[in-house]
T-cell receptor, first 115, second 114 residues
Framework: EAGVAQSPRYKIIEKRQSVAFWCNPI?????LYWYQQILGQGPKLLIQ????????DSQLPKDRFSAERLKGVDSTLKIQPAKLEDSAVYLC?????????????FGPGTRLTVL | TQLLEQSPQFLSIQEGENLTVYCNSS?????LQWYRQEPGEGPVLLVT?????EVKKLKRLTFQFGDARKDSSLHITAAQPGDTGLYLC??????????????FGQGTILTVHP
């Protein structure tokens, strides 16, 4: 079974530029998550999708971050414009269903460096 | 907002030594998960503890969930260089807006020297 795919793996941009990340979850997984992991910290949930609907985006900085999952499969996360403090690893995860008893499977992440 | 305090942040030990990592919170969780993350990879689930007081063993790793489901520990016996990595605990929300959501600790970077 293929795992969660993410691209690109690395991205370096200058502040105020835009960037987009792509995630393809495990086939059949209805729930998709985007996390931000700043160096030295644990992952922080940015947004959770159930199929193509947003379940929780309470920690997403909506003035600059946006995410979509139009067909309920793959997803994109965009930052526009980027700030220095956005430098982090962006992890995508998926689970069969939402809820406490459904294991989340993580992709390898995209490491973003904002100069 | 639920918080999970993980300690120590860094651990550097010699092969063969034992170690314990702690996760503490003032919040009750429905379960607690432990992950291991290698450089350049996403976290991989090691174990989920669900019942207060539960103890699970995975070879040389022993995981314990506190009686009140607010804290947990990971104990590694006779550490090996292959155990080197970032260990993360994550509490699974028990109710309300936190239901089913993961709250991660800051992580423990473990280095085991040969």
């Amino acid at each position: 079974e293929a795992g969660v795919a993410q691209s690109p793996r690395y991205k370096i941009i200058e502040k105020r530029q835009s960037v987009a990340f792509w995630c393809n979850p495990i086939s059949g997984h209805a729930t998709l998550y985007w996390y931000q992991q700043i160096l030295g910290q644990g992952p922080k949930l940015l947004i959770q999708f159930q199929n193509n609907g947003v379940v929780d985006d309470s920690q997403l900085p909506k003035d600059r971050f946006s995410a979509e999952r139009l067909k309920g499969v793959d997803s994109t996360l965009k930052i526009q414009p980027a700030k220095l403090e956005d430098s982090a690893v962006y992890l995508c995860a998926s689970s069969l269903l939402a809820g406490p008893y459904n294991e989340q499977f993580f992709g390898p992440g995209t490491r973003l460096t904002v100069l | 907002t639920q918080l999970l305090e993980q300690s120590p942040q860094f651990l550097s030990i010699q092969e063969g030594e034992n170690l314990t990592v702690y996760c503490n919170s003032s919040s009750v969780f429905s379960s607690l998960q432990w992950y291991r993350q290698e450089p350049g990879e996403g976290p991989v689930l090691l174990v989920t503890v669900v019942t207060g007081g539960e103890v699970k063993k995975l070879k040389r790793l022993t995981f314990q969930f506190g009686d009140a489901r607010k804290d947990s520990s990971l104990h590694i016996t006779a550490a090996q260089p292959g155990d080197t990595g970032l260990y993360l605990c994550a509490g699974v929300g028990a109710g309300g807006t936190s239901y089913g959501k993961l709250t991660f600790g800051q992580g423990t970077i473990l280095t085991v020297h040969p």
